[in-house]
T-cell receptor, first 117, second 112 residues
């Protein structure tokens, strides 16, 4: 089945630094990937839709200059949290859609726990 | 803006009891999915429903999709402690470029 690999699984960074999170579709091509953010005991909130070869589409209220998304190939999307602050600490999850699947298959990565100190 | 209302958000029951989780929207879903998520992990797909009125079963879990494709429910029969976790409904809406919107989630605790 479709597999999405997300890396790193955990990262701790100092306030003011930038952190890059990678999301790879391992056995299928993903023209579209999605980035979510999840706070403790809450649901997933869609941040942006990442489109291969074009600009990402951000949801209302998400700062595009803060959360840089690059989708340079059909198997890789990256999310860079720039000038991170403690309030950016969260669980970030990516998802990719394999249009070849018949189950309307959205496959999720295992998430990245970001802690900004 | 499409929204999914999921209820209840928290549920604590005894082993053996039944429960139902609801997911509603004012918009029509092109498809709706139910996920289960463990702490520190990504959500895992349980089922996808596409056709209005559809009913799917997965062991003790029964999923229903409303005739108008605006609502769905998850029913668990004879809940077990192993069912404890976060259950999420997520919908894809027509004309929404395929993005999946999640409900608020239901944290289920099944006590032995």
């Amino acid at each position: 089945g479709a597999v999405v690999s997300q890396h790193p699984s955990r990262v701790i960074c100092k306030s003011g630094t930038s952190v890059k999170i990678e999301c790879r579709s391992l056995d299928f091509q993903a023209t579209t990937m999605f980035w979510y953010r999840q706070f403790p005991k809450q649901s997933l909130m869609l941040m942006a839709t990442s489109n291969e070869g074009s600009k990402a589409t951000y949801e209302q209220g998400v700062e595009k200059d803060k959360f840089l998304i690059n989708h340079a190939s059909l198997t890789l999307s990256t999310l860079t949290v720039t000038s991170a602050h403690p309030e950016d600490s969260s669980f970030y999850i990516c998802s990719a859609r394999d249009f070849g699947l018949t189950n309307y298959g959205y496959t999720f990565g295992s998430g990245t726990r970001l802690t900004v100190v | 803006t499409q929204l999914l209302e999921q209820s209840p958000q928290f549920l604590s029951i005894q082993e053996g009891e039944n429960l139902t989780v609801y997911c509603n929207s004012s918009s029509v879903f092109s498809s709706l999915q139910w996920y289960r998520q463990e702490p520190g992990e990504g959500p895992v797909l349980l089922v996808t429903v596409v056709t209005g009125g559809e009913v799917k079963k997965l062991k003790r879990l029964t999923f229903q999709f409303g005739d108008a494709r605006k609502d769905s429910s998850l029913h668990i029969t004879a809940a077990q402690p192993g069912d404890t976790g976060l259950y999420l409904c997520a919908g894809a809406f027509r004309g929404n470029t395929g993005k999946l919107i999640f409900g608020q989630g239901t944290t289920l605790q099944v006590k032995p």
